[in-house]
């Protein structure tokens, strides 16, 4: 889509797709989350929230103007915002406190082959197919995803009962707009300064990543298919990183990962900056690919890290809505980094525009490292406890 409408419009017009995008998962992550955890029926929210993701993209293999591509995708987004919220909670919960990050590496791994063979084909398939084309395979295979849903076994089902309707609008209200003294589940041991790092990571992130393809076309001078090669390597690596991480937050903690992933997502902007700087397509190319490996380690750290942390300290009835709501958070910087990211390369330069990216990261890195206070023991010892009393 970023390939598409820059085209015909700007940067900042191609940065706002990917702020409809997050914006989408910013309004929804939490509400399919609360609607999970009251009814208990997550593989039915899971299901149904991917198959409606699928048909909101259809409309685009018939017409597929600037606007009609950043409405439908606000739309596809607020849908697909209850597959991640939904997956990680029912993986999570079958780790365990002893091995939460092990089970969400290899989770975590898995989504990066696919992302791995998202990248790589695209960068092959836009040169084949016709805008028409291109998004009807997406819909196809987001509705293939949610076919593969159906068949997950959810650990924790139909904890609440029935609810009528009138139930589950007054409960959703209570718990997504929480009075001041039914917030305690939002502040054990730093959860929300964590949802503030997410932030402003993800204003890093996608800040960047909004107007990358078009960066790698236009100034950097690769092919379609090099940028393909290039935006795949990141998820290449993390089908390794993201497992052995994975193993190492439940042996080090979740905190070091959070912090060394926040960090690693400002160097990876630093690094960008300089890319232009050799004349030779192949160095650009060299600096490229150090870039996005830094992207795969540093991200797969943070992921595993947080994932981990808020299976540690969330209550088992509200798992799945402290999942969405980092969805929300990191939905958050996906609308205000394009926007900002998008303005600053369109005013002044795309060098410009990464290295005030960066320096979100590090803001977000110190202030989590001040903040939060490491959870695994704290969960190991809370389910120790439950395991005693029955």
Do not use: C
Not at 327 to 334: D, H, K, L, P, W
């Amino acid at each position: 889509m970023a390939v598409y409408i820059g085209r015909d419009a700007s940067p900042f017009a191609v940065s706002l797709a990917l702020t409809a995008y997050h914006l989408g998962m910013l309004l929804f992550a939490p509400v399919w989350g609360a609607v999970a955890d009251i009814t208990g029926r997550r593989r039915l929210v899971l299901v149904a929230t991917t198959a409606f993701a699928s048909v909101t993209i259809m409309p685009l293999a018939f017409s597929h103007g600037v606007w009609m591509q950043i409405g439908l995708r606000w739309l596809y987004a607020a849908f697909a915002a209850g597959f991640g919220s939904m997956m990680l909670t029912i993986v999570s919960e079958r780790g365990g406190a002893d091995r939460r990050g092990q089970s969400i590496g290899f989770y975590n791994s898995v989504t990066a082959i696919g992302g791995i063979g998202g990248r790589l084909l695209v960068g092959v398939l836009l040169g084949l197919f016709v805008p028409s084309t291109m998004y009807l395979l997406i819909a196809v295979l987001t509705a293939a995803s949610a076919f593969a849903a159906a068949f997950v076994s959810d650990p924790t089902p139909n904890q609440t009962g029935d609810l009528n309707t009138s139930e589950l609008v007054a409960e959703m209200r209570r718990r997504l707009l929480p009075s001041v003294g039914q917030r305690d589940h939002l502040s054990p041991n730093g959860l929300s300064w964590l949802y503030l790092g997410l932030i402003l990571r993800n204003m890093t992130q996608k800040g960047i990543g909004s107007v990358l393809p078009i960066f790698l076309l236009a100034e950097v001078g690769v092919t379609e298919f090099i940028m393909g090669a290039l935006l795949a390597v990141s998820p290449t690596l993390r089908t390794l990183f993201m497992y052995l991480l994975g193993r190492a937050t439940d042996t080090i903690g979740r905190k070091p990962l959070i912090v060394a992933g926040l960090t690693g997502a400002g160097v990876q902007a630093l690094v960008l900056t300089v890319v232009l700087i050799p004349s030779v397509l192949v160095a650009r190319i060299g600096l490229l690919g150090l870039g996005f490996t830094i992207h795969a380690i540093t991200f797969s750290a943070l992921t595993t890290g947080s994932v981990a942390f808020i299976g540690d300290v969330a209550p088992q009835d509200r798992e799945s809505e402290l999942m969405g709501l980092r969805t929300t958070a990191r939905g958050v910087g996906g609308v205000l980094g394009p926007l900002a990211v998008g303005a600053a390369a369109t005013i002044w330069s795309y060098q410009v525009a990464f290295l005030g990216a960066s320096g979100l990261a590090f803001v977000g890195a110190f202030v989590v490292a001040r903040m939060l206070v490491e959870s695994q023991h704290q969960a190991e010892q809370r389910t120790l406890i439950a395991r005693l009393r029955n």
